[in-house]
């Protein structure tokens, strides 16, 4: 029988530079771990600036009820869409703050793969201001070249469903190819086959801090 390390935080911060980059990197994950950790999920664009995006606030809202985080636990910034290069001194600072606050224990993020300027910046920023705390990056498929998962963690058919679930709350996205069921099925069976099991979520390696337990 495979043995499987255990990893857990009593506090963890999803960050997401759009609505629905959380869900589509980290849906099965956020569904296996509601309820057992403290989740707070921060985006840091609501997107508002375009009028043929009017529901994604909402939409991103739906789709967190349904992998069991409540709005309450959900946070969506207005930073400005594909502005985020202008604005990293903020954005660093808008960090600062969340961590000085939520004191997270993990952080997910966008992969270093991620060639989108917010998903970039994002990223940078965030590894300064969570300094000493472990991050990982997850992958959003539209604009992540050369991703490949090194920390992977098995999750179930249920939670894979629930994935779907939230990612079918996206109206406004229902013609991209990357909210396609088959197309999130398909990518949590190939991280699953690396990782030799059923399906797994993966993410690649920014940071990890830890210590040894020989209990």
Known sequence: ??????????????????PDDIELGCG????????KADILCVTLSDNRKNPQLEN?????????????????????????TRKF????????????HLKNTFKPEIVFVH???????????TTDEALRAFRGITVLGYDVIRSSYGFFPNFLVGVTSEEVE????????????ADKYYFEADVTRATLKRNGAIAEREYAEGFDILRIVASFDKA
């Open 162 to 173: 629930k994935k779907v679930c939230a990612l079918s709350e996206y109206k406004t996205y």
């Open 28 to 35: 099965a994950l956020i569904a296996q771990i509601s309820g």
């Open 1 to 18: 029988m495979k043995q499987d390390m255990s990893f857990y935080g009593r506090k963890v911060c999803f960050i997401g530079a759009h």
């Open 56 to 80: 994604l606030v909402e939409e991103h809202y739906q789709a967190m009820k349904v992998l069991g985080v409540p709005k309450e636990q959900v946070v969506v910034a207005d930073f400005e």
């Open 111 to 121: 992969s270093k793969a991620d060639i989108h300027q917010d998903h970039t910046t």
């Open 85 to 96: 290069p202008s604005v990293r001194q903020e954005i660093l600072e808008y960090f600062v």
